[in-house]
């Protein structure tokens, strides 16, 4: 059943080819004092910085700059933003990127009027906001976080060797967003395919969890088979615009909070990830990947109905005769096989994790208890050794 | 493919059987004069006015009052509501009820600073707000319309023989809804079951339109699956929590937007159905479903693959080496039995409806073009014919 919740995300979103244009008149609502937010500089070649950048100066804006926002963003380089923030008295954030870039603006936008170091308060005290939260609108060029429209910012400290995501409340959610498909398509297929499943992967760590029967679980179903369908189709032609306008919708729709009302939820894989993340800095999608059927297959047997569910419903197994081991097996396998389709990494020695590793791995595994089985750490190694 | 579209939706949902002890709180958000909108008096029989009216004095809120909202609220009641709106000076509309007191609020709200009629302006000329919208929130009894989520407000004009819809934009939209499935619980089966297909049709209505592949009907699919089993269960007790919690949250989502971004939309079960409320001023629900079957199968032959798709998607239909013709029957055939089995009024006549008033319908019933199939006004006629 669906349990107690309240719902709201006032994040605006405009989708389009054209959504671009819309950026002029939200940043009306703004602030003078601008920081433009991106990566290593690919919307410089693509012709989007400037596009940007000459939309900020019609509407006069005072501009000041923090690039080179890694795929995991590091403490440090939170800490050099909230820097250039005070110096500027930036009074909006505009992230232009993907999901890093939109993770990492929302922890800085958290962070300026607040004395505290960030990474103390927000990722180890885990403290809501007390300050002032600086607002944040998003230009988004890559599919699969939903940082877009949700409150989560993960940051990574690599001397500490914990990649930690803190979800804030709606009030750090991006006030606006700017969805263009065809911003997705430069990117490397690598990027692309491990978007793909880091969408998957939300909507899993929200489903494989709990008894009942519950509209969200319905809704996921529906976002996963049009995800496998449009995945096919963005592998075969990275170009093709309808299958990169539903693989973008649907990341946005996969993590902003709907599918997890009024249910528990599980994100061990995202865990697991995360932590294989702090030690190789690989794509975290991948992270996922590399993980997921070892994890899956290992608590199949603590949620077989579920598991049963999945292979009819997303995977169109027929039930036939079969019994639920025998379905929820089939699902699994199917899920294997379309994973391998759309190329992903399926082990984490080939994202560069070591037999040396792996203990250090565990104990940077954060264990939660959502899921159908709660995990120990020798557990976790076992897992982590299957997925070598 | 998704079309260009923007999205937002401000209102905040609280949601389950404590959802009741949010009001307080957010009633301090607004101001002192609220204006107490509710139907028949089934909410004094419940003790739910009396809470109501408990929260409201502890708040120090003057409150006025509207009650006698009928299912279908008519031009008159709103003129009044609007003249007792503007006595009290309201700041803040409190509606308790179902869709209808919800819609009624709105329309109340969008014409309290307005000087010209309200029918005129919003349900003749179609025109936006241009005045001081009066903030409106919800306290939600039953499931169906979604009106506690959008910008929705349905009038009747019995004089002209108009049921008219307005879709304001989300400055219109509720500020909050509180959504306790509990308070559906006392509702007559009848009228339950009347929700129940009117969430149905609304999924269907922004299904059955458009060739591309999209997002926005997956998430459909997956509604209209929930939904089914959920009615099932409802029908066969209505004390059920898990099934009526289902049902709420569903048509919640099945008419805030969410699903028709990105494609068109059909419409024309709605414009049949309140043309034959306007001169029955039957349950809206069910003058859906008593056109609703006539209606799909005259335009099935042009939409051919969406049905059948609906059929295998939706009701599990197996595709076997059936043609999409055979298939796309079976699926229509399906909900048939389903409406059967829930205990839908199947024809317009048990509604009230009679020969003499077919033409009168039919001119009554706006045309819309974005289904399979542009009817004329024979067709029209002809379907409302078949629904006899």
Known sequence: MLGNFSYHNPTKLYFGDDSLKYLRDELKNYGQNVLLVYGGGSIKKTGLYDEIVGILAECAKNVAEVSGVMPNPTVEKLREGVAVARENKVD????????????????????????????????????????????????????????????????????????????????????????????????????????????????????????????????????????????????????????????????????????????????????????????????????????????????????????????????GISPGSKSDEQLAKEGLDAMESWMKQIGLVMNIKDLGATEEMIEGIADATLILKGGYKVLDRDEIVNILRQSM
């Open 92 to 315: 909006f954030i505009l992230a232009v990127g993907g999901g890093s870039v939109c993770d990492y603006s929302k922890a800085v936008s958290v962070s300026v009027n607040c004395s505290d170091d960030p990474w103390d308060k927000y990722y180890i005290r885990f403290e809501e906001p007390d300050c002032e939260i600086v607002p944040v609108g998003c230009v988004l060029t890559m599919a699969g976080t939903g940082s877009e429209m949700n409150g989560g910012a993960v940051i990574t400290n690599h001397e500490a060797k914990l990649k930690i995501g803190h979800v804030f409340g709606d009030d750090v959610m991006p006030k606006f967003s700017i969805l263009n498909p065809r911003y997705t398509m430069t990117l490397p297929k690598y990027q692309m395919c491990a978007g793909i499943y880091d969408i998957m992967n939300h909507i899993c760590e929200q489903y494989f969890s709990g008894e009942d029967d519950n509209t969200s679980d319905y809704i996921s179903e529906g976002l996963m088979r049009g995800l496998i369908t449009a995945s096919k189709k963005a592998v075969a032609d990275p170009q093709d615009y309808e299958a990169r306008s539903n693989i973008m919708w649907t990341a946005t729709w996969a993590l902003n909070t709907l599918v997890s009302r009024g249910k528990t939820t599980d994100w061990m894989v995202h865990m697991l990830g995360q932590a294989v993340g702090a030690y190789t800095d690989a794509t975290h999608g991948m992270t996922l990947a590399a993980v997921s059927l070892a994890y899956y297959r290992y608590i199949m047997p603590y949620g077989l109905k579920k598991f049963a569910r999945f292979a009819t419903q997303v995977w």
